[in-house]
């Protein structure tokens, strides 16, 4: 059936206002969307735009002929130089970014909130569409009167596959599941490993372990920080943790070797047995008993007993991640720009 027979129509949220009133139905629609992931969500998006925010909300949110929310497309305007974009809310932090739809809505429904939040946009020089998975309703959306440079990949983003039913030993190479078994060895003899999950009562010094691990990691490469050198990440992270958490979706680990802090993961939680691990962070002074490893395998032995899913990797094509059998699955980009206006790169 189509949009119209719906009775579906458009309308573009264009102040924090009206943005932040909406939060109670983005996450009632969030929650109904078996293919969303958190960087969808009102618990990811809103902190990042508290903190990020620097333009306009150009949100176009579809509702039928009752009222309700049936999808939302979060954009906003970037006033840059000579340029005004039209980018996604979550750009830069965010591995995955689609519009929100429920599943029954119509076909079309991802073009209608495209071509109205575009309608909305008459400053907008360029719009660009980044970090689009595999299945994005964005990859097919059509833009009406605005010019399109088509789709092309972007950043490979590994996943490991992990059946139902499957074994640790089934999922790893032999010399994967080799190394994980000795380095669980040389762990227990150094005073044994425990992993636990952070709570509401211990998010924060859990918080400040990861970010402490993951600082001195990038620090060795020569980079200090990683990519939480910026104040701002940091406190984008900090505000956003409480309510990922709060809602199941933040997986926060941390590693202890003889009761230390040794390596620590921070995952999202995703429908289907998706387990996005977004940042992580090791004692490079315990590599002896390669702490990373046991973390992640820790995590995939926690998948495997779970019902199986699948351990994303996210973007970049780092050794490590294939080492652990991932596979590419390629994330995609769209540049569009306003009629009459020459197509830039």
Same mark, same amino acid.
């Given at each position: 059936?189509?949009?119209?027979?719906?009775?579906?129509?458009?309308?573009?949220?264009?102040?924090?206002?009206?943005?932040?009133?909406?939060?109670?139905?983005?996450?009632?629609?969030?929650?109904?969307?078996?293919?969303?992931?958190?960087?969808?969500?009102?618990?990811?998006?809103?902190?990042?735009?508290?903190?990020?925010?620097?333009?306009?909300?150009?949100?176009?949110?579809?509702?039928?002929?009752?009222?309700?929310?049936?999808?939302?497309?979060?954009?906003?305007?970037?006033?840059?130089?000579?340029?005004?974009?039209?980018?996604?809310?979550?750009?830069?932090?965010?591995?995955?970014?689609?519009?929100?739809?429920?599943?029954?809505?119509?076909?079309? $429904?991802?073009?209608?909130?495209?071509?109205?939040?575009?309608?909305?946009?008459?400053? $907008?020089?360029?719009?660009?569409?980044?970090?689009?998975?595999?299945?994005?309703?964005?990859?097919? $959306?059509?833009?009406?009167?605005?010019?399109?440079?088509?789709?092309?990949?972007?950043?490979?983003?590994?996943?490991?596959?992990?059946?139902?039913?499957?074994?640790?030993?089934?999922?790893?190479?032999?010399?994967?599941?080799?190394?994980?078994?000795?380095?669980?060895?040389?762990?227990?003899?150094?005073?044994?490993? $425990?992993?636990?999950?952070?709570?509401?009562?211990?998010?924060?010094?859990?918080?400040?372990?990861?970010?402490?691990?993951?600082?001195?990691?990038?620090?060795?490469?020569?980079?200090?920080?990683?990519?939480?050198?910026?104040?701002?990440?940091?406190?984008?992270?900090?505000?956003?943790?409480?309510?990922?958490?709060?809602?199941?979706?933040?997986?926060?680990?941390?590693?202890?070797?003889?009761?230390?802090?040794?390596?620590?993961?921070?995952?999202?939680?995703?429908?289907?047995?998706?387990?996005?691990?977004?940042?992580?962070?090791?004692?490079?002074?315990?590599?002896?008993?390669?702490?990373?490893?046991?973390?992640?395998?820790?995590?995939?032995?926690?998948?495997?007993?779970?019902?199986?899913?699948?351990?994303?990797?996210?973007?970049?094509?780092?050794?490590?991640?294939?080492?652990?059998?991932?596979?590419?699955?390629?994330?995609?980009?769209?540049?569009?720009?306003?009629?009459?206006?020459?197509?830039?790169?």
């Amino acid at each position: 059936m189509s949009a119209a027979a719906c009775g579906l129509r458009a309308e573009v949220l264009r102040d924090d206002a009206a943005l932040l009133a909406l939060r109670p139905e983005w996450e009632a629609l969030w929650r109904r969307c078996p293919a969303a992931t958190p960087f969808q969500s009102p618990f990811w998006l809103l902190p990042w735009w508290a903190e990020f925010g620097t333009g306009q909300p150009r949100a176009a949110a579809l509702r039928d002929g009752a009222g309700w929310l049936r999808g939302l497309l979060p954009l906003y305007l970037l006033p840059e130089g000579e340029e005004t974009k039209l980018l996604p809310m979550g750009i830069g932090l965010s591995d995955y970014l689609d519009v929100l739809l429920e599943p029954e809505a119509p076909a079309e $429904a991802a073009s209608l909130l495209l071509r109205a939040a575009l309608e909305a946009s008459p400053e $907008a020089t360029t719009c660009d569409l980044t970090d689009l998975p595999p299945g994005a309703a964005l990859r097919e $959306a059509l833009a009406g009167a605005w010019q399109d440079a088509g789709l092309w990949n972007s950043d490979p983003c590994p996943v490991l596959e992990l059946p139902a039913g499957a074994t640790l030993g089934a999922v790893l190479s032999r010399k994967r599941h080799a190394a994980l078994r000795n380095a669980r060895n040389r762990a227990e003899r150094a005073g044994g490993w $425990a992993v636990e999950s952070a709570t509401a009562n211990t998010l924060d010094p859990a918080l400040d372990a990861l970010i402490a691990l993951h600082g001195a990691r990038w620090e060795a490469r020569g980079e200090p920080g990683g990519v939480l050198a910026d104040p701002r990440v940091l406190r984008f992270h900090r505000a956003a943790a409480p309510g990922l958490l709060a809602v199941g979706v933040l997986r926060l680990q941390l590693l202890r070797l003889g009761g230390v802090p040794a390596a620590a993961t921070y995952a999202l939680l995703a429908p289907g047995g998706r387990v996005l691990l977004y940042l992580s962070g090791f004692d490079g002074a315990r590599s002896y008993e390669s702490p990373g490893a046991i973390l992640l395998g820790a995590i995939v032995e926690e998948i495997l007993a779970t019902g199986g899913g699948e351990l994303h990797l996210l973007r970049g094509d780092e050794a490590y991640k294939y080492g652990w059998g991932a596979a590419d699955r390629h994330n995609a980009a769209r540049h569009l720009v306003p009629p009459g206006r020459g197509m830039t790169a």
